[in-house]
């Protein structure tokens, strides 16, 4: 077993170092590094177009098909972000290609051929890790709904569980009464009905009465037709199923195909298990790493910023001010910036306060003028109503 492993890990191992080169094959051809003249011809754009998106194609059911079976955890997390990469690529293209044509619907023939590729590998398959891995989310999710739903319906069952209206002898009586005559009339409606097929097939027999060469051909006529219809409606059934139109009929899997199936789910249940030794081992060297080296990488980080202020007061001639949380605060010391550098940094806030506060005294000095301005405008307006006063007194006088 152990070697049969290891031989499927070397396999799909090789299967990633494919799709990998032949990854990064596409991307050399999709953006060359020597600045090619922009292509006016729409038929053309569009087998560019339809090349790249059937190699993407191609590469995605390759990763899709790694990242499935692959049990190591860390290489699991690479490949997944390619497949990612992949998928949104594919999306892309398949944009570029329907605003291309207005239509969603392409014909790849030739480049099928040139391909070796079968109408199938046109089909964009579901990554199956979208339904596996929301899988333990999807079961809780079924037992909350079951327990709603059984919640409410003992909830419903009380309910109807109440107290029930008793009957009386005399509606009792009568309903049964209405049963019993119905069942009667039925059986009396059936039995004249029966008669009355037998008195129409017995003049029906006495009128016309067939010989034996009339009734093999009746015989072979309606047998005839059975099998012709039997027939065409089984080529018509296997042409369908040639052509795609319908699926194949459900057969019994083979010994080879139960093996399969059972070697993939042992493996996903081996990536569960690595999984989450995985996910342990991160906490432990986490808490290990905090524990052990902890102190000492705090002691460090401490003398680097002592020294990054020291370094800055000697250049600068004064400390400077600790990084907001905006600027990242002490993550951006580490930046590896020079005394040079911090010094046109500072430079360049001295002139921004400068001009600030530039506008700021313009602005006040405006402000200050508007108000001398209102207040000669309403001296003004003062005196004038002061003058036409007096001159409406005189002449009262």
């Known amino acids: 077993l152990s070697q049969r492993a290891g031989a499927l890990n070397s396999s799909y191992g090789q299967m990633w170092d494919a799709a990998q080169g032949a990854l990064e094959d596409l991307l050399?051809?999709?953006y060359p590094t020597m600045q090619l003249h922009p292509q006016k011809d729409r038929l053309q754009v569009f087998q560019t177009l339809a090349t790249f998106y059937l190699r993407y194609l191609k590469i995605f059911r390759a990763l899709e098909e790694v990242y499935d079976q692959i049990v190591h955890p860390q290489k699991r997390r690479v490949v997944h972000q390619v497949l990612e990469g992949v998928m949104g690529r594919l999306v892309e293209l398949k944009n570029e290609m329907v605003e291309l044509e207005y239509s969603e619907f392409h014909y790849f023939d030739d480049i099928l051929q040139d391909f070796k590729m079968t109408p199938e590998d046109l089909e964009v398959p579901i990554p199956r890790y979208f339904v596996r891995e929301k899988m333990r989310a999807l079961k809780e999710r079924e037992k909350m709904l079951a327990?709603?739903?059984a919640k409410g319906g003992r909830q419903d069952t009380k309910t109807v569980s109440g107290p029930v209206q008793s009957m009386s002898v005399e509606r009792?009586?009568?309903l049964l009464q209405v049963s019993e005559r119905a069942r009667q009339g039925r059986l009396r409606a059936h039995f004249m009905k029966t008669i009355r097929q037998e008195e129409q097939r017995r003049l029906q027999g006495n009128s016309s009465m067939l010989d034996a060469n009339q009734a093999a051909t009746c015989i072979q006529k309606v047998w005839r037709g059975y099998r012709d219809r039997r027939r065409v409606n089984k080529e018509c059934l296997e042409e369908m199923i040639f052509l795609g139109m319908i699926p194949a009929q459900q057969t019994t899997p083979s010994p080879a195909q139960l093996h399969a199936q059972q070697v993939e789910s042992r493996r996903h249940c081996v990536q569960e298990e690595h999984e989450a030794e995985?996910?342990?081992a991160l906490v432990n060297i986490k808490e290990s790493v905090r524990s052990v080296d902890g102190p000492d990488i705090k002691e460090s980080l401490q003398e680097q910023i002592r020294q990054w202020f020291l370094e800055c007061r000697d250049a600068t001639g004064k400390f400077p001010d600790f990084p907001s949380p905006e600027d990242g605060g002490s993550a951006s010391i580490f930046a590896q910036k020079t005394p040079e550098q911090?010094?046109?940094e500072f430079a360049a806030?001295?002139?921004?306060?400068?001009?600030?506060?530039?506008?700021?005294g313009e602005k006040d000095k405006k402000g200050n003028d508007r108000k001398e301005k209102k207040k000669?405008?309403?001296?003004?307006?003062k005196g004038k109503k002061g003058k036409g006063d007096t001159e409406y007194l005189y002449l009262q006088n």
Not at 349 to 360: A, I, L, N, P, V
Not at 376 to 381: D, H, Y
């Open 342 to 344: 911090v010094a046109a």
């Open 349 to 360: 806030k001295e002139e921004e306060r400068e001009k600030k506060k530039k506008s700021k």
């Open 147 to 149: 327990h709603i739903l």
């Open 376 to 381: 000669e405008k309403k001296g003004k307006m």
């Open 278 to 280: 995985y996910e342990r």
């Open 28 to 30: 050399e051809d999709e």
């Open 172 to 174: 009792a009586v009568w």
